[in-house]
Every structure is written in structure tokens, then in C-alpha cells.
């Protein structure tokens, strides 16, 4: 009786009874569910711990900037960027243990910052205020937009100054002064009445590169031909206006590179083009430079 009352009781591993499916303990349906729901629970929470690294890998990435990074948005290399940062006009980057470069984005609103103060201020001045910046000396770098604005401003007196002369001549040759008979042209001493000014003066011009006299082949004297009276007339003009022989002589040859004053005109409206561009680009090199500033701190 014992033995077989041994035998009758359910062997390890033998499945007990159950009515209907319903739960009967461990190894049964709920059982199952829960082992189902455990795992379901275990997948989302390791995809969320993944997707969290994921997340915060992408953050890291976004502060960590290799130099094609930087390079890719402006058409540079990779070694312009690295001369940049040599050359100061972007802070320095910090290195990784194996030695490469890690520039932030705080080294790319500094690469917007200069390539926007190039084209208004030149690669010299735009280079100097961005070390300057770099540096901390902002005095430094306000001098330095002080004195390219300057340079804006003193462009301009000058080209009105230019128009003015030009408005100001007289067309043809009334009144001016009396040409040598058979030589077409006119000698120095009659010319010079005409301006007002001393024939030494004539002379002066003459060896600064404003006005170019043949010489007369039987006397050696110097004859000044229609040519040479318009720019001696355009620079006792621009004389009067207290410019220097070395800041006429670029605009008398401008008149002869344009074959006389009514060519010149096109180059007087390109010139106004020109100022009024640099005038823009300044202010939009002002606001990257003001952007730049504010990161910094």
C-alpha cells in the first residue's frame, strides 16, 4: 500500500491537472503571460537605455566638430581651417589623446564671423580683428573697424571729389590755354596761366606721373597735348581739394585707362557700386561679429 501510494504521487516534471486553461500555478497560462510580459518589459527598457546612449551620443557629436565639418559649409579644405586656427583667427581647439583636432560650434560662428568680415573689411583687417577678438583685446578690434569705416568714408570724399573736378571742367578748349602752332599742343608756361598755378608746379606733376609732356624735337620743350591739359586741369581740380599727388595719381590713370572723362563714367557708377557694397557687407560682418561676441560671453 505504501509502495503504491508512492508510485500514484505525481513524478517531477508531470503536468497536474487544470479545468479549463485557467491559471493552476507556476507552469500555467498566466505563467506564460507573465514570462511573455517580463520579456517584452526587459526589450523596452534596454531599447530605451539604447536610444537614451543613442541621444546623448548625438548631443556629444553636436559640440564635437571635426575640421570638414567646418570646412564642408564654406567650400574651404580642411587645411584652411587648420591655417585659420593658426594663424589665430580661430581659437584654439582642444585634442583628443590621439591628437586630432575637436572644434565646437563656438569655432564655427567664429569661421562665419571672419569669412562675413572679409569682403567688407579685407582679409588683412578682418584677420586682425578676429585675433583680436580671439585674444580678449575688443578695444583692439572696435579700433579696427573704426579705422576701416574710416577708409569707407574717405573713399567716398574721394570719389565726390572726382565727380565735383569733372563737373566743374570745362568742355573743349575755351579758355584754356593757347596751342603751339603746327605742334598741337601747348607749352608749360601757358598752360600754367591758364590753371594759376607756377610752371615748377607743372614740373612736380609731371615727375609724380599726373601729366606726361612729349618733348618738342627742335627745342626740347615740353609740349602738353589735349590729354595732358585734361589731366593737369583734373588735378589743380582735385589740388583745391586738399588731396594728396599720391592719392590723384591712381584716378588720373583711371581717366586714361577709360580713353577720356565721358568713358569714365561708367567707372565713376561701378565705383559708387562698390562702396555701397562694402557698405553692406561691413553690416552684415558687424552682426556675425556681434553674434560671435555674445557666444564667447
Known sequence: ?????????????????????????????????????????NFRLKLNRDTGRTMAKNLQNADRLRPVDLARGHGLSTQAVRNYEQDG??????????????????HAQALRTFLALVPGHGHQAAASIMRAVNEGAADEAFR??????????????TLQAVESALRDLEPGAAGGPRAVSGSGGTFIGPLAGSLGIRPATLRQWER???????????????????????DA????????????????????????????????EATLHDWHR?????????LAGAAQLEEYLRRRG
Open 274 to 282: 562698390r562702396l555701397s557694397d562694402r557698405g553692406r557687407a561691413m
Open 89 to 106: 583667427i580661430l581659437p584654439a581647439a582642444a585634442r583628443t589623446p590621439s591628437g586630432y583636432r575637436v572644434y565646437t560650434p563656438l
Open 144 to 157: 579696427l573697424l573704426d579705422e576701416s569705416h574710416a577708409r569707407l568714408l574717405e573713399d567716398r570724399r
Open 208 to 230: 609724380a606721373g599726373l601729366v606726361r609732356p612729349r618733348r618738342d624735337p627742335l627745342t626740347g620743350y615740353r609740349v602738353y597735348d589735349e590729354g595732358d591739359v585734361r
Open 1 to 41: 500500500m505504501g509502495g503504491l501510494a508512492q508510485r500514484e504521487q505525481p513524478r517531477p516534471g508531470r503536468k497536474l491537472p487544470h479545468h479549463g486553461g485557467r491559471l493552476d500555478g507556476r507552469g500555467g497560462v498566466f505563467g506564460a503571460i507573465n514570462h511573455t510580459s517580463t520579456v517584452s518589459l
Open 233 to 264: 586741369r583734373l588735378v589743380r581740380q582735385l589740388r583745391r581739394g586738399d588731396y594728396l599727388l599720391e592719392q590723384i595719381a591712381p584716378l588720373i590713370e583711371q581717366v586714361r585707362s577709360a580713353g577720356g572723362l565721358e568713358p569714365l
